[in-house]
């Protein structure tokens, strides 16, 4: 369930009461803004400025950056998470950072990898991020895409087809140990163009 859906169940379930205890209710690390406005049902920012402010001050929250924060110092809080949940919208890890993680790229990556709808470079900390921009009629299908500790990530069959489709040419350090025939239903069943030239 997204933050915001977490946070319209709650309101609707409590009464205005300690703000910490509502973000404890929702299990949530980090939160934008937007997502305190309506945990809190704030509406005027200045109001939401002046109290996160506050609590900021206070050691109750963390900044990351503007607009962006945790309940957490970001140095305890899952690098993974912190990329996916700041692009704020659909979006799971994969390509390289999966790859290199099942030994099938062996070179050091830089970044972590995601797949959203949206091309973007950034960094929090000491982390950098790089998210590939990919079409929805491919991003929202869920085949070989699981859920860890609130984190999507692609499966290595996943992440090969995705890697494959931003770059039909790549190459993998360790192609003996891709399960091609798996690869190639992905590819189907996700809709993208098949490699046949790749497959073992």
């Not at 305190?36 to 050691?59: C, E, F, H, M």
């Not at 950034?122 to 984190?151: A, C, M, T």
């Amino acid at each position: 369930m997204s933050t915001e859906k977490s946070i319209v169940k709650l309101n609707k379930n409590i009464q205005k009461g300690d703000r910490f205890a509502q973000i404890a209710r929702i299990g949530e690390v980090v939160f934008h803004a937007k997502d305190l406005a309506s945990l809190w049902q704030i509406k005027d920012p200045n109001t939401l400025y002046t109290t996160v402010k506050r609590y900021v001050k206070k050691g109750s929250l963390f900044r990351i950056y503007k607009g962006f924060y945790s309940i957490k110092p970001i140095e305890q809080i899952n690098p993974l998470l912190l990329g996916a949940k700041a692009l704020h919208q659909f979006t799971y890890v994969s390509t390289e950072t999966v790859l290199f993680n099942a030994g099938i790229i062996q070179q050091s990556i830089s970044a972590i990898t995601l797949v959203s709808s949206k091309s973007k470079k950034f960094s929090i900390g000491d982390n950098q991020y790089i998210s590939r921009k990919l079409s929805e009629k491919y991003l929202f299908n869920p085949v070989g895409v699981f859920e860890k500790d609130g984190i999507k990530i692609a499966s290595a069959e996943r992440a090969v087809a995705d890697l494959l489709y931003f770059n039909s040419k790549v190459h993998f350090d360790a192609d003996k140990l891709i399960n091609w025939k798996k690869v190639k239903k992905l590819q189907r069943e996700i809709g993208y163009p098949l490699t046949a030239e790749r497959y073992k």
